[in-house]
T-cell receptor, first 111, second 115 residues
């Protein structure tokens, strides 16, 4: 069973729309959850983290966490072409210091 | 000014060769990592050091050997390179051992191509 799974891409949305990226994880003891953005040919960069159930908003980005369902999502409102990138979900395990990444979802925002 | 720097950026080599990738961070962080990203973008942890001590050692062939001479440096040596080793290798650092909201700072990556 894969530890961190993300919705298969690629995901294509028109400019101005809401992009929804989803992630599920298998370790019930997981403590914290991260979304990294990776532009093509570049290194990943952190855009959001969340560790409490509910929503966390930062500008156009909202992270949502539901620990009972072992589900975390990232919503991008008013999507821009500059948001086009691969989004990586990462989960910190409950019993070790390891940060496990999902395979990523490629998002394309069309002008 | 670069926070996490790794060299070289590109590495093209023949099968069977031995090569090293170097990483340095100037952030004063205690923890450093090596990640491997394959052609499908899957980012997988290989090793982690906290203040020069190995704390994560994933199932990686023993041809891969990390070395941390001090907490600001983490190098990766690869013996007898194989075709399957071709990938992008990212060095990263964090202030501590990835606690609740610990942020990873990544280097720019080393694209390794084994021919």
């Amino acid at each position: 069973q894969k530890e961190v799974e993300q919705n298969s891409g690629p995901l294509s949305v028109p400019e101005g729309a809401i992009a929804s990226l989803n992630c599920t994880y298998s370790d019930r003891g997981s403590q914290s959850f991260f979304w990294y953005r990776q532009y093509s040919g570049k290194s990943p960069e952190l855009i959001m983290f969340i560790y409490s159930n509910g929503d966390k908003e930062d500008g156009r980005f909202t992270a949502q966490l539901n620990k009972a369902s072992q589900y975390v999502s990232l919503l991008i409102r008013d999507s821009q072409p500059s948001d086009s990138a691969t989004y990586l979900c990462a989960v910190k395990g409950g019993s070790n210091y390891k940060l496990t990444f999902g395979k990523g979802t490629l998002l394309t925002v069309n002008p | 000014d670069t926070a996490v720097s790794q060299t070289p950026k590109y590495l093209v080599t023949q099968m069977g060769n031995d090569k090293s990738i170097k990483c340095e961070q100037n952030l004063g962080h205690d923890t450093m990592y090596w990640y491997k990203q394959d052609s499908k973008k899957f980012l997988k942890i290989m090793f982690s050091y906290n203040n020069k001590e190995l704390i994560i050692n994933e199932t990686v062939p023993n041809r891969f050997s990390p070395k941390s001479p001090d907490k600001a440096h983490l190098n990766l040596h690869i013996n007898s390179l194989e075709l399957g080793d071709s990938a992008v290798y990212f060095c990263a650092s964090s202030l501590g051992q990835v606690t609740t909201n610990e942020k990873l700072f990544f280097g720019s990556g080393t694209q390794l191509s084994v021919l």
